[in-house]
């Protein structure tokens, strides 16, 4: 089995940043894609940013310039970095990854969900 939990969500004010971890444990071979997605209350869930096994990324356009994606390979942790927040930033935020497991069998994986509430 496989889980990923996301930690570092909480209240900040306009301007603020956040740092958001995303721990998978459990039988894992390989960590393919890991990515970042968000769903604000009566909106569909989206793609925030992305990022492969070999560091290459990609970001929402609202996001660029703003949130930066990275992982560490030897903790299979995937971060993300948020400055300039703003209010329509606020969302749950869910981290996932495509992930090989101890049987060889691959399967995408998601996280709790941890709310970020951007307000003053």
């Known amino acids: 089995q496989v889980q990923l939990v996301e930690s570092g969500g909480g209240l900040v004010q306009p301007g603020g940043s956040l740092r958001l971890s995303c721990a998978a444990s459990g039988s894992i071979f390989s960590i393919y894609t890991m990515a970042w997605y968000r769903q604000a209350p009566g909106k569909q869930r989206e793609l925030v940013a992305a990022?492969?096994?070999?560091?290459?990324?990609n970001y929402e356009d609202s996001v660029k310039g703003r949130f930066t994606i990275s992982r560490d390979n030897a903790k299979n942790t995937v971060y993300l970095q948020m400055n300039s927040l703003k209010p329509e930033d606020t969302a749950v935020y869910y981290c996932?990854?495509?992930?090989?497991?101890?049987?060889?069998?691959?399967?995408?994986?998601w996280g709790q969900g941890t709310q970020v509430t951007v307000s003053s």
């Open positions: 996932n990854g495509d992930v090989k497991n101890g049987l060889g069998n691959i399967g995408r994986y």
């Open positions: 990022i492969t096994s070999g560091g290459s990324t």
